[in-house]
């Protein structure tokens, strides 16, 4: 069982910049890959970027050169750093990551989501 927490979001006008986090907690062993997704009104689920453990990183081509993914491997924690924002970009931002966690049963793997975050920029 693995919990993430999103933070960060909220509203900001068109060219602004906003940063969201999200923080793993439970029985974690390891992480490979963290991302963010996001889902705007009536449409489906897409990947805006995501990193594995070892820093390689991928991003929509919609948000190239806007956007930038970290995450510090110590704290489990995923950042996302959002420029040059357009009304295009509001959406529901949600946090995932993949890997394994460990208990009595050893080790399995796990994919875990966040509860989402609204991020809404206005024109």
Same mark, same amino acid.
């Given at each position: 069982?693995?919990? =993430?927490? &999103?933070?960060?979001? +909220? =509203?900001?006008?068109? #060219?602004?910049? @906003? +940063? =969201?986090?999200? *923080?793993?907690? #439970?029985?974690?062993?390891?992480?490979?890959?963290?991302?963010?997704?996001?889902? *705007?009104?009536? /449409?489906?689920?897409?990947? %805006? !970027?995501?990193?594995?453990? #070892?820093?390689?990183?991928?991003? *929509?081509?919609?948000? /190239?050169?806007?956007?930038?993914?970290?995450?510090?491997? !110590? /704290?489990?924690?995923?950042?996302?750093?959002?420029?040059? =924002?357009?009304? &295009?970009?509001?959406?529901?931002?949600?946090?995932?990551? &993949?890997? @394994?966690?460990?208990?009595?049963?050893?080790?399995?793997?796990?994919?875990?989501? #966040?509860?989402?975050?609204? %991020?809404? %920029?206005?024109?």
């Amino acid at each position: 069982q693995v919990q =993430l927490v &999103e933070s960060g979001g +909220g =509203l900001v006008q068109a #060219g602004g910049s @906003l +940063g =969201l986090s999200c *923080a793993a907690s #439970g029985s974690i062993f390891s992480i490979n890959t963290m991302g963010w997704y996001r889902q *705007a009104s009536g /449409k489906q689920r897409d990947l %805006v !970027a995501s990193i594995t453990s #070892g820093g390689s990183t991928k991003y *929509a081509d919609s948000v /190239k050169g806007r956007f930038t993914i970290s995450r510090d491997n !110590a /704290k489990n924690t995923v950042y996302l750093q959002m420029n040059s =924002l357009k009304p &295009e970009d509001t959406a529901v931002y949600y946090c995932n990551a &993949e890997g @394994l966690t460990r208990g009595y049963w050893g080790t399995r793997p796990f994919g875990s989501w #966040g509860q989402g975050t609204q %991020v809404t %920029v206005s024109s």
